[in-house]
C-alpha cells in the first residue's frame, strides 16, 4: 500500500500555471485519435477527450500530459515508508506526486488526489519543474526521489525527466506504483529507476477487474520486466476482508513472488483500513496479517513483513541463518553488528537489495 502525503507547506501555494507537455507514449491513429502507451488500459483517446487516467488529454491529434510539474505533494519522506526495507534502508526518499490514476481503486487511500478529475474535485497544484524537484531534494537530505502517493506512469514524462536530472546528481530513483506499465513505458523507466514497490493486489483476475478497474497479467508482466531490466522489486499486498485473504489466494500469490521475482523478494503484507468507497468493511484482523505472513514463508519467500499493525515483523533477518541485520521501530531503521558491508557477519550471506553499504545508523521518525 502506498504511503499517504503530508502537506507540502514548504513550497510555493501559487495556482498553476495553465501549461501542458507533449506525452512521449503516443502513436497516432485514424481521424485525429491518439493511442497513448503508457499504462496497459492502452487508450484510444479521441481529440478533445482524456485518457482513463483524466490527465493525459488528446488536444488537436496531439496527446498531452496536463500534469508535467504541477505536483499536489512533496515531502521528504522515510524510505521505510514507500514502504521499501531493502533499498537505501534508513535513508530520506524525497516524494512527489501529481494528480491523477490510471486506476479506480474501491479502497484508495490517497483518493483526493488520485481520483480528484474522476470524482469533480478541485485541488491546488504547485509548479515544480524536474531541477526544482532535484534541488528540494538534496536540500532535504535524501538519498532519492520517489515517484508516488499517486500513480507516477500517467505522469511518466515528468517522472523521467527529474529522474535523469536526479541521476546526474547522485541521487537514486524510486517508483511506487500499482504496475499496469506498458513494455514500452517500462523501456524508459528502466535506465533510471533504481527500485519500485509495486502493488500485486490478488492473484485473481477477478478482484482486479471488480475492485481497481484493471486486469492482472499487465501487473504480472511488468513485475517480470522490472526485474529483466535490473530494477529492485519490492511487492505490497493489502489484504481486504472476504476480498483477497483467503489463505489459498495468499499462498498461491507468495508462491508466484518466489517462482517469478525470486526466494528473497520482500513481501509487504498490510493491514486494510476502511476508506473511499469500501468504507462498510471492517478493518483486517491482525491475525489475518500474521498468518499471512506464516503463508509467505511456506510459499518460500525469506523476507516477508507485516504492515500496518502496531508493533512487530518489520525487522530484517539473513536469508541464509536467521539472525537479525536491520531492526524497524515505526519508520526508525537500525543496522545490526552483524551487517557488514551488506553481508551477515554470521554466515556471510549477502542480503539482497541494493544500498546496504551506506546503512550507518538510524533515521529518525517523521
Known sequence: MQSRPTP????????????????SLAIPSEDGAVR????AHRCLVRPGRAGICRVRENRDGSLV???????????????EKKPLFHAYPGSVAFSIATRGCNFHCANCQNWAISQAERDGLAIRSFD????????????AGSRSIAYTYTEPTVFIEYAVDTARLAREAGLANLLVTNGYQTPEALDLFGP????????????????????????????????????????????????????NDEPRQVLALARWIAAELGPETPWHVSRFFPTYRLTDLDPTPVAT???AVELGGEG????????????????????????????????????????VKGRCARCGHELAGIGFAEVDGTRADS
Open 8 to 23: 507540502a507547506s514548504s513550497l510555493s501555494t501559487a495556482p498553476r500555471a495553465d501549461h501542458v507537455a507533449i506525452a
Open 65 to 79: 500530459s496536463l500534469v508535467y510539474g504541477q505536483v499536489v505533494a512533496a515531502n521528504a519522506d522515510p524510505i
Open 192 to 243: 533510471v529507476i533504481d527500485a519500485a514497490n509495486v502493488d500485486l493486489k490478488a492473484l485473481d483476475d477477478r478482484f482486479y477487474r471488480k475492485v481497481v478497474g484493471a486486469r492482472l497479467a499487465p501487473v504480472l508482466e511488468t513485475l517480470v520486466g522490472m526485474r529483466e531490466r535490473g530494477m529492485w522489486v519490492e511487492v505490497t499486498t493489502l489484504l481486504i476482508p472476504g476480498l
Open 128 to 139: 515544480l519543474t524536474p531541477g526544482e524537484v532535484v534541488t528540494a531534494a538534496l536540500a
Open 300 to 339: 518460500g519467500l525469506r523476507h516477508v513483513y507485516s504492515g500496518n499493525l502496531p508493533a512487530g515483523g518489520e525487522d530484517t533477518r539473513c536469508a541464509g541463518c536467521g539472525e537479525t541485520l536491520i531492526r524497524r521501530h515505526g519508520f526508525r531503521a537500525t543496522k545490526s553488528a552483524s551487517l
Open 289 to 291: 496479517v500474521l498468518r
Open 36 to 39: 497513448c502507451v503508457a499504462c
